[in-house]
């Protein structure tokens, strides 16, 4: 996790650089830092290295998914004469999950699929971030004398 | 062309092959038995990596199409509410699988008698008790005894936990006075015969890195190539041929590299699940079989079966496990399990309560249900989501029907040419009155437990990972594909072993079951070796 997403470095991944940069504002807007600062943003995750991962089907909606908020949002700024910032970026990429929304629901898929399988949330989460395996869980045995009521219970089967 | 001519020839690797296999072996016979997937490596299951929730929708999908890996083959599923889930590998499903182990009750062979509908089996429940029991030993059983909605047995193993889930659902059922009891569980919660004990990793449907679920390539397998059975991955089989005297001699299948092969035979034992074997049977056509081998009965293909789903679930106040714990299997009810004549619907269902959800599938819950907002109310929402679902899901028996079928599709194919299986399917009325009794009773049962914010899926689209009925067991060759010991009533040297010998499919999973019957023609195999094709 970075605190500035304009520090993110961008390494080789399937988005280019402007692409990359519209994903991480849309998922700003889908999964903000909370205010209490327990939780961090989508933003702020480096979403890059997870898509690599994603099949290249998946991959090649995504973009053309990007491409069109993208697009929606130079709609947006040629619109109001001028860049938007962030506040009025915001509105811009809200306004465009309302009227596409199939669109937006792959962005909502993409960015929750990069954001909870990162560390820093994982662990914001109180979870231990690390794979299953080898560590494993404890789940309780459980309190067997609940099934007494059940036990008294006459054979039922056919 | 293959010089060599073996005894048995199976095909396919996976529950009922792998239990075949280890049983015929002792009779020192030459046994090769081909398997279209490969042998799975446990380092580099899902569960070994932090991305382990994301690969089960992709390269860990339960769903062939999905997955779309080499090994797999597409199906047409385009006329099927419901899908097919599948797995080509040593160990087949059961490399995917939950473990669920339910038996058949008694009444769920003599469904005709009973209950007026579909057909009885040619075989009783007394005589495959043996074989349920020796499986279970084979595969590691965890479970308690004496539970009274079933007939006496002996899990070698202590029950799966119940954790939190199982006690506080536990105590919902406690409160209606309905039944429920740990689940029969193929999960090694001791170490057991080489294997280590469960972990609880979690997602045991993505594989098992631990070895602790039963799956066949860690069970039947070793002792099987011990034993002396040979086993050949990535050998995909095209057709059953046959000789001039009408009995089958062997296979062609495709190497890795696409070649192309005979193995002869002296016998052909198909255990392919029941989508594979009946496409394999109506690929294999000829001038005698025209309409695909061993099909005079025009049955074939007939009869699919599958198991509609309802998924309940609710939300707790407080934390549960989460995804921790063997995913599947926790406790199970079968209070609506046997018909009653003041319901609307004949057979019945079982509940299985599942544990929760890992932090991605959380999301992505909310997300299909709607229940999980994205933007400012996200994380709130999303705290009283997380590790505080638990629900279940309802397996409603499925009658045996002819217009729910297997056939082949006119223009897919697999990697090979193969014509691709068709799944036509459509639920019953049946079927609807008990998804929707589930859903009803399962809701109940949650509120009961403290649950609240109840939703449900009914029929579970994704749910078709029991495949049954398309090469049905019976006596009369008019009605029937195999007779009550799995062998063909048109060729006398062909077995099927697989669930699609099925004639009706009770409401539990099939796997107990599918593996005992295996066990049971076996041994009828062996006790018959002298006049086998009589």
Redesign the interface.
């Known amino acids: 996790m970075v605190d500035d997403i304009n520090k993110i470095p961008v390494g080789e991944g399937p988005l280019t650089n402007q692409q990359l940069r519209m994903l991480r504002s849309a998922a700003g ?4 830092a ?1 205010d209490k600062g ?2 961090p943003g989508a933003a702020q995750i480096d979403m890059q290295g ?1 898509l690599t ?3 290249p089907e998946e991959l090649q909606m995504l973009v053309a998914c990007v491409d069109a908020l993208a697009g929606f949002v130079a709609g947006q700024e040629q619109a109001s004469g001028g860049k938007l910032d962030e506040a009025a970026e915001k509105d811009a990429i ?1 306004s465009f ?1 309302g009227t596409h929304p199939e669109l937006w ?1 792959l962005l ?2 993409t ?3 990069c ?3 990162d ?1 820093s ?2 662990l914001a ?1 109180g ?1 231990d ?16 004398s ?2 007494d ?3 008294k ?6 | 062309m293959s010089k060599d001519v073996v005894d048995v020839l199976i095909i396919g690797a996976g529950a009922s092959g792998a239990a075949m296999a280890w049983s015929l072996a002792d009779t020192r016979m030459k046994i090769l038995c081909l398997e279209q997937g490969d042998w799975m490596n446990p380092a580099s ?1 899902p ?8 690969r089960q929708f ?1 390269d860990y999908s339960i769903s062939p199409n999905v997955r779309g890996l080499d090994t797999d083959y597409p199906i047409n599923e385009q006329d099927s509410p419901i899908s097919v889930a599948n797995f080509n590998a040593v160990g087949g499903g059961t490399v995917l699988y939950a473990a669920h182990f339910p038996r058949f ?3 769920d062979f003599r469904v005709r008698s ?1 209950d007026g509908v579909a057909d009885d089996w040619p075989l009783t429940y007394a005589q495959l008790e043996p074989f349920y029991a020796e499986n279970d030993l084979m595969m590691g059983v965890a479970g ?1 005894a ?1 539970d ?4 006496p047995k002996k899990p070698p193993l202590p ?1 799966v ?4 889930v ?2 506080k659902i ?2 919902g ?2 409160k209606l ?1 309905w ?4 689940s029969d569980s193929a999960i090694a919660t001791l170490p057991y015969q080489g294997r280590d004990k469960c ?5 045991c449907i993505s594989g098992c ?2 070895g602790a679920k039963a799956s066949t390539d860690v069970t039947y397998w070793p002792a099987a190539l011990r034993a002396g059975v040979e086993l050949r991955t990535r050998c995909r089989v095209r057709e059953i041929t046959l000789n001039k005297q009408g009995m089958a001699d062997g296979v062609i299948y495709y190497d890795a590299d696409g070649v192309e092969h005979k193995q002869r035979a002296e016998v052909v034992v198909l255990a392919s699940n029941g989508i594979g074997t009946p496409r394999l049977l109506l690929n294999s056509r000829s001038s005698l079989f025209p309409d695909g081998l061993a099909n005079r009965s025009g049955l074939v293909g007939k009869n699919l079966m599958f198991h509609p789903y309802a998924l309940i679930q609710g939300l707790f106040d407080e934390p549960l ?1 989460g995804y ?2 063997p995913s599947g299997c926790c406790i199970l009810s ?1 209070e609506f ?2 018909t009653d004549p003041a319901r609307e619907f004949v057979r019945g269902y079982t509940m299985e309560i599942v544990r929760g959800m ?3 599938s ?3 819950s909310g ?1 299909v249900s709607g229940t999980l907002p ?3 109310d ?2 709130r929402v999303y705290s009283e989501m ?1 590790n505080r679902s638990a629900g279940m899901v309802a397996i409603c028996e499925d009658l045996p029907e002819q217009h729910n079928t297997v056939t082949l599709d006119p223009n897919l194919t697999d990697s090979n040419g193969i014509p691709a299986p068709k799944v036509t399917y459509r639920l019953s009325e049946n079927s609807q009155k008990m998804l929707d009794h589930a859903v009803a009773r399962g809701s109940e049962v949650l509120k009961a437990a403290g649950a609240r914010e109840i939703t449900s899926n009914a029929p579970m689209a994704g749910a078709g990972w029991h495949l049954m009925g398309t090469a049905r067991m019976g006596l009369d060759p008019d009605n029937s594909v195999v007779n009550e010991w799995g062998r063909s009533h048109d060729v006398r040297n062909l077995f099927i072993v697989d669930g699609s010998i099925f004639v009706t499919s009770a409401g539990v999973n099939p796997t107990s079951t599918i593996q005992a019957l295996a066990l049971y023609i076996a041994d009828t195999m062996k006790k018959n070796l002298a006049n086998l094709f009589d």
């Open positions: 807007v889908i999964v903000p909370d327990a939780m997870y991962e994603r099949p809200t999950a629901q909502v898929l960015t929750y699929s954001y909870y399988q560390e949330v994982l989460l979870m971030p690390s794979p299953p395996f080898p560590r494993g869980n404890e789940v309780e045995p459980g309190d067997l609940l099934l009521p059940v036990r219970r006459k054979s039922f089967y056919r | 299951y569960s070994t990596n932090r991305n382990w929730e994301t992709s009750h008694p009444g009973l308690l004496g009274p909605a079933g007939p029950p936990p119940l954790g939190r199982g006690e536990g105590k059922f406690n006075g039944h429920w009891w740990p972990l609880n990793l979690g997602p890195a631990q496990d921790m714990g079968q399990y046997e890992g932090p991605l959380t999301a992505l997300l994205w933007g400012d996200h994380h997380f």
